[in-house]
């Protein structure tokens, strides 16, 4: 505006220079010329200046997260239930994980809750903001088998339980950790998250001592796998193991890689074990009615090697691998009757007289051991 006087005023002297009187008619007419910068810059300056942006807060540094879970054991009904806070820090859509898949989950409250499988882990997925309750039922595994529980991470974690039948007492397992209670009580959980096995054996029995150095408290005293390749590559492979053990107790099996676990049963009930990474697996051995006694754990996977070659060719078969002493691992290994079959690896033949068909293999004495195999195949003569 400063500059639009000093334009007027130094053209008001120019005019008054002039010999003509100088009137509002005659101002009216008069021309000012400026450059177009000049004009932009006094245009410019009667606009009015726009405010600044306003400063947006930081956003959290998590964007939701599960708060507490309560867990509560009923043995009465068998029901173990879940008391979940969780808690959205923005309204965008959040997961937030609840608990492991491995388990799958009875009820849910509120009924409106979205629920996901994803990471291995049930989710919720939520677009609220602020803090919501959560309630998650589940079974228990039928008598004989342990309940393999798999905690997200929490601050606060903890499970109670009600009461315990006389004579009987509830077994809690995660890792190297073993808690029991005889009675009511609560046990505080770990808040890293991670697989907590129940349990609930005999309290006249004396809880499980620590394995002494040297010695083995479960054995796998026989195991038998068939495996059968098809032509298309497709491999089936079926084990059934038994383990001699004193007290409640986990299987560790290594699974080839790539295999996939079909199906999986202890002493003939189905269970759902553990699956970690690099194809590792935990199946709960739960505590035997005798010492001594033993499991029988029976399970399936699948595998793909490349098609079989029409003449003759060869491939690789491994079997699952524990870190369990084993006393004995027999193996049969078919494919097509076409083919006349030969190997070599870790293990040896059976040389015992055998009327099925196939290669039959054998591993003895061995700990934390994979049995592996290289198959040569070759098309029978037509003679």
């Keep these: 505006m400063k ?130 309750q959560v309630k998650l039922s589940f079974a228990l595994a039928p008598p004989g088998q342990g309940t393999v529980l798999h905690l997200a991470p929490a601050p606060l974690v903890s499970l109670s339980v009600k009461e315990v039948p006389d004579g009987k007492r509830v077994h809690f397992q995660h890792g190297s950790s073993t808690h029991s209670l005889a009675g009511a009580g609560t046990l505080a959980l770990p808040s890293q998250g991670g697989d907590i096995t129940l349990t609930i054996d005999d309290s006249r029995k004396p809880a499980q001592p620590a394995a002494a150095s040297g010695t083995d408290d479960s054995i796998i005293s026989e195991a038998t796998y068939n495996t059968q390749v098809v032509r298309d590559g497709s491999v089936l492979t079926e084990g059934a193991v038994l383990v001699r053990h004193d007290h409640t107790t986990r299987l560790v099996l290594k699974l080839p890689e790539s295999a996939r676990l079909l199906q999986c049963h202890v002493n003939g009930e189905p269970v759902h074990p553990v699956v970690k990474d690099a194809g590792q697996m935990e199946i709960p051995l739960d505590d035997p009615a005798t010492d001594g006694a033993e499991s029988e754990v029976k399970f399936s996977f699948t595998s793909v090697l490349p098609p079989l070659q029409l003449a003759e060719g060869e491939l690789d078969l491994v079997l699952p691998q524990t870190p369990l002493f084993a006393k004995q691992i027999d193996w049969n290994v078919q494919l097509p009757a076409a083919y006349e079959l030969s190997f070599s690896g870790n293990v040896d033949p059976i040389t015992d007289k055998i009327t099925a068909p196939g290669l039959h293999l054998r591993k003895s004495l061995c700990r934390d051991q994979q049995p592996q195999a290289r198959i040569t195949y070759r098309k029978r003569s037509s003679n």
């Design 3 to 132: 500059a639009l006087l000093i334009l007027l005023m130094s053209a008001g002297a120019l005019l008054a220079q002039t010999p003509q009187p100088v009137t509002s008619a005659t101002l009216d007419e008069s021309e000012v010329r400026i450059t177009y910068g000049e004009l932009k810059r006094l245009v410019a300056a009667t606009l009015p200046k726009e405010a600044p942006p306003p400063v947006k807060p930081a956003p959290p540094p998590i964007a939701a997260a599960l708060l507490s879970a309560l867990y509560q054991l009923d043995l009465k009904t068998g029901i173990l239930t879940a008391e979940m806070q969780v808690e959205s820090f923005d309204d965008g859509w959040n997961t937030i994980l609840l608990a492991g898949a491995s388990m799958g989950a009875l009820a849910v409250e509120p009924k409106d809750a979205r629920l996901v499988v994803a990471d291995d882990h049930i989710c919720l997925i939520t677009d609220k903001a602020g803090a919501q």
